[in-house]
């Protein structure tokens, strides 16, 4: 079975340009959870989605937007980006909702900002 | 509001080693414990996850511990190898609804 798979794998960008990323689950899974990882802060729960409905957010300002398609496929969507928006980007998938079962991660996208 | 702590950030072992990496938690009322582990540059792959109603989870030389009580979680990895070399991260949710909560993690080196 084909893990988690996220693309690009690495992007560059400059401040104020906007980026799309993409994750695709494990054949299955309904859940798909985005976190942003930073030597700093560590991994930060960006928002969770299931059934094609966002079902958690983290707190991060309304730039950083998600979707889910009815494949369960998700995007991620960052407009204005900012330095410090630098980080790899994880998308996780699981077969039920939130933590209750074991999350599968994918490579991820690292993003630079220029 | 759920904080994990992982102490310490880096630990340096001889190969054969046993060792035991720490993580703490605040609020007892976890839902479950996951352990993960990351390479360099790369995406975390699970390792245990314990739910909160076990003492413990084992996988091969891996052995997971759960103290509720205590807020406390232990990995223990038996006869260390090089290949064990990445960053552990543990994490726990409130409830099976909510999401992981992560620890920043302990990088440890096997030396050969």
């Known amino acids: 079975k084909a893990g988690v798979t996220q693309t690009p794998r690495y992007l560059i960008k400059t401040r104020g340009q906007q980026v799309t990323l993409s994750c695709s689950p494990i054949?299955?899974?309904?859940?798909v959870s985005w976190y942003q990882q930073t030597p700093g802060q560590g991994l930060q729960f960006l928002f969770e989605?299931?059934?094609?409905?966002?079902?958690n957010k983290g707190n991060f300002p309304g730039r950083f937007s998600g979707r889910q398609f009815s494949n369960s496929r998700s995007e991620m969507n960052v407009s204005t980006l900012e330095l410090g928006d630098s980080a790899l980007y994880l998308c996780a998938s699981s077969l039920a909702r939130g933590s209750t079962d074991t999350q599968y991660f994918g490579p991820g996208t690292r993003l630079t900002v220029l | 509001k759920q904080e994990v702590t992982q102490i310490p950030a880096a630990l340096s072992v001889p190969e054969g080693e046993n060792l035991v990496l720490n993580c703490s938690f605040t609020?007892?009322?976890?839902?479950?414990l996951q352990w993960f582990r990351q390479d360099p540059g790369k995406g975390l792959t699970s390792l245990l996850l314990?739910?909160?109603?076990?003492r413990e989870q084992t996988s091969g030389r891996l052995n997971a511990s759960l103290d509720k009580s205590s807020g406390r979680s232990t990995l223990y990895i038996a006869a260390s190898q090089p290949g064990d070399s990445a960053t552990y991260l543990c994490a726990a949710p409130n409830s099976g609804n909510t999401p992981l909560v992560f620890g920043k993690g302990t990088r440890l080196s096997v030396i050969a």
């Open positions: 314990i739910q909160s109603s076990q």
């Open positions: 609020d007892s009322a976890i839902y479950n």
């Open positions: 054949s299955g899974h309904r859940s």
């Open positions: 989605y299931f059934s094609e409905t966002q079902r």
